[in-house]
Each structure stands twice: as structure tokens, then as C-alpha cells.
């Protein structure tokens, strides 16, 4: 069975410009979260979404936003991107919400300069 | 909120040691995972622990939620173990909260 799939892979865009990230779940699972991991940190915690409905949002600027689609791909855009931006973009994806253990993605690498 | 602390923040070792990795959390938790970040950036499940110990071949680890900690057990460690290691925790919501990692180096 497939892994939780991102693209694209890498990805270089300017200040000021939009970028929209995508992401499949594993089959079967309803929940897709997003998580951002800049250079030496952890990921941290940016959009959690079940059953199509926002659940969870993280600590981010409304430039962030996301949406999951009835197949329960999900999409990340962020507007005006900063040069802060740059970091790697991770999906994860789990059953449901709640309690179950979550799978990630190969992620996508967004610089921006 | 929950705040996870891992430790050390590096460690080297030479090929066929045996290590520890230690991951503290501040509140109760509902869960913990394990994972290993290779250097692609890929999150590699390990353990899925909320409590008690799992073993799988060298890698085993204990989580002691009364306690607040878990621990991340390596043995005979391998070129191949080196990378950074995560502990996350799962608060009320289902989200995790990871620590900053642990950065390990196996020397041959």
C-alpha cells in the first residue's frame, strides 16, 4: 500500500508570492494534519482537518490556510510568503481524529527568497 | 500547553554501542511516538507508546506516563542508525507536540 504522498517535492518561490502544497493520505484515513519544520527545530503543528471540517490550527498567521477534499487529499496554501516561510512543509496523515498514530510524508522543501 | 523535552540534544557514538535517548513532558498525554528523521527529511515511525515497553530488533523504548518521561533504547547501534530522533506527544486534541530532537552520529 502507498505511503502518505506530497508534491511537489521541492519548490522555490519569491517574497510576496502564493504556493499551494498537496497531500494524500493513506487509504482509509479520514485525517490529514500539517506541520511546519524549519532547520534545526522540530515540526511544529500548523492545521489539523477530519472528515473535511477544520479540527485543529496551530500558532500560524491567517496567510495559512488549508482544505481537505472529499477523498480526503488535503491542500496547504500560503499567501504572501515570507523569507521566515522557508522551511519543510510535512503532511501526516491517521484514521481519524484523536487517538490514533500518525504517518508523514516525504514532505515538500519551500524556499523562498 | 504541553512542552516535550528530549536529551541529549547530540550524541556520538562509535558502531556497535548501545545508547539511550530520553524525552520529558510537562502535562499528561495521551499518547507518545518515536521516530526517526532520515536525512531526505522523511519521519519514520517507531514507536506508537503510551505507555509501557515495546521492543523492535535493536530499538526498544518505555514510556512511564505517571512519570512523564519516555526512553528510546538503541543497541549494537549501526552507520545506518544515524539521524535525528523525535519523541512527539499527543495532546487532548490529537495533534502532536515534538521535541527538538536528538541529532545522532554512529561512527564506523
Known amino acids: 500500500d502507498a505511503g502518505v504522498t506530497q508534491s511537489p517535492t521541492h519548490l522555490i518561490k519569491t517574497r510576496g508570492q502564493h504556493v499551494t502544497l498537496r497531500c494524500s493520505p493513506i487509504?482509509?484515513?479520514?485525517?490529514v494534519s500539517w506541520y511546519q519544520q524549519v532547520l534545526g527545530q522540530g515540526p511544529q503543528f500548523i492545521f489539523q482537518?477530519?472528515?473535511?471540517?477544520?479540527?485543529g490550527r496551530g500558532n500560524f498567521p491567517d496567510r495559512f490556510s488549508a482544505r481537505q477534499f472529499p477523498n480526503y487529499s488535503s491542500e496547504l496554501n500560503v499567501n504572501a510568503l515570507l523569507l521566515g516561510d522557508s522551511a519543510l512543509y510535512l503532511c501526516?496523515?491517521?484514521?481519524?481524529?484523536?487517538?490514533?498514530?500518525?504517518?508523514f510524508g516525504p514532505g515538500t522543501r519551500l524556499t523562498v527568497t | 500547553g504541553i512542552q516535550v523535552e528530549q536529551s541529549p540534544p547530540d550524541l556520538i557514538l562509535q558502531e556497535g554501542a548501545n545508547s539511550t535517548l530520553r524525552c520529558n513532558f510537562s502535562?499528561?498525554?495521551?499518547?507518545l511516538q518515536w521516530f526517526h528523521q532520515n536525512p531526505w527529511g522523511q519521519l519514520i515511525n517507531l514507536f506508537y507508546?503510551?505507555?509501557g515497553t515495546k521492543q523492535n530488533g535493536r530499538l526498544s523504548a518505555t514510556t512511564v506516563a505517571t512519570e512523564r518521561y519516555s526512553l528510546l533504547y538503541i543497541s549494537s547501534s549501526q552507520t545506518t542508525d544515524s539521524g535525528v530522533y523525535f519523541c512527539?506527544?499527543?495532546?487532548?486534541?490529537?495533534?502532536?507536540?515534538f521535541g527538538q530532537g536528538t541529532t545522532l552520529q554512529v561512527k564506523p
Open positions: 501526516a496523515s491517521s484514521l481519524a481524529q484523536g487517538l490514533y498514530e500518525q504517518y
Open positions: 487509504s482509509g484515513h479520514k485525517s
Open positions: 482537518y477530519y472528515e473535511k471540517e477544520e479540527r
Open positions: 502535562d499528561s498525554v495521551n499518547n
Open positions: 507508546i503510551p505507555s
Open positions: 512527539a506527544a499527543r495532546d487532548d486534541t490529537g495533534k502532536l507536540i
